[in-house]
């Protein structure tokens, strides 16, 4: 049911996310409130959505953990991308090598 609550605070807050993220967001969000183990996490939740103070917090972590997490799929893309440089340069090396050793074999000192 806490889970409801959380769907319509991001709902709210125009936020659209997978259902793996949400959970994700919904375990930190617990944790980071104190509200894990909580005897009615649900009323605890709608409760602080609906004081300002509190609601204004809820809605600060959630930007931050956003933020957080576009930044590290940004650098789990730029990762990719340098490995397959690195994995470009390497299979441009070995098929120089190879391209030498055949002229070499083909046409003996032709290779300069």
Known sequence: ??????MHILTDMRVLL???ETEELYKELLAYF???GASNVCQALETAWKDPY?????EEFIKAWLKR???RKKEAITGVVQ??????QRIA?????YMEK???ELAPGLHG
């Open 54 to 58: 509190n609601k204004q917090e809820i």
């Open 69 to 71: 997490k576009q930044i």
């Open 1 to 6: 049911m806490s889970r409801t609550i959380l």
């Open 102 to 104: 055949a002229v070499d």
């Open 83 to 88: 490995m397959r440089e690195e994995e470009r």
């Open 18 to 20: 997978g259902e793996s």
């Open 34 to 36: 104190g509200l894990v």
């Open 93 to 97: 090396k070995i098929f120089k090598s």
